[in-house]
Structure formats: structure tokens, C-alpha cells
């Protein structure tokens, strides 16, 4: 049986919306893997090879990826791939 990877949130600590998606993420419950990439470049590196963009937050679960969003924007993406909410713990009931 393999081992299914948590959630990679990539983000930089300074950023106001990042924590505004980190405490929407706690609220419901979801373990993520919290990525810093303002000081580490292979952070950064990663986020940029599964993005191809540099702006945070950036969400990664499998080939789900979301980047540079807002929560509305995040559960917007959501809504189109349910089986990543349930497989992640954020059910359809959000809004």
C-alpha cells in the first residue's frame, strides 16, 4: 500500500494572505507540508517546477496545483476536482 503525500502549501511567513489561507487550512483540519520559500532556495525551486510561477500561496496535492490565490479562489478550483476536497478533507459545503 503506498503512503499518500500530504498537501504542500508553499508560502512566505510575511505574507498576509498566506496566513489568511494557513488558518483557513487549520480550521479545517487539513495536514499540509508548510513549504517556506522566501529563505530557501530549494523551497523555492520546487514551488517554481510544479507552478512554473514564483508568487505565494501556492497549494500542491498530486497534479492538483493552485497558486498565487485567495481562499474563494481556492475553493472555486475545488469545486472543480471534488475528489481532491474529500481526499483532503475539505468537504463541497464550502463557500
Known sequence: MSR??????????????????LTFF???GVDLEICDVSNNKQNMSSMVSVSRQTKVPTFEYEEFIVADFNIDEFLAELREFPEVGQR???GDDQD
Request: charged letters at 25%; one cysteine or more; glycine letters at 4%.
Open 88 to 90: 483532503i478533507g475539505i
Open 4 to 21: 499518500i503525500k500530504k498537501p504542500i502549501l508553499y508560502i512566505k511567513p510575511d505574507c498576509p494572505n498566506c496566513r489568511e489561507v
Open 26 to 28: 487549520n480550521t479545517q
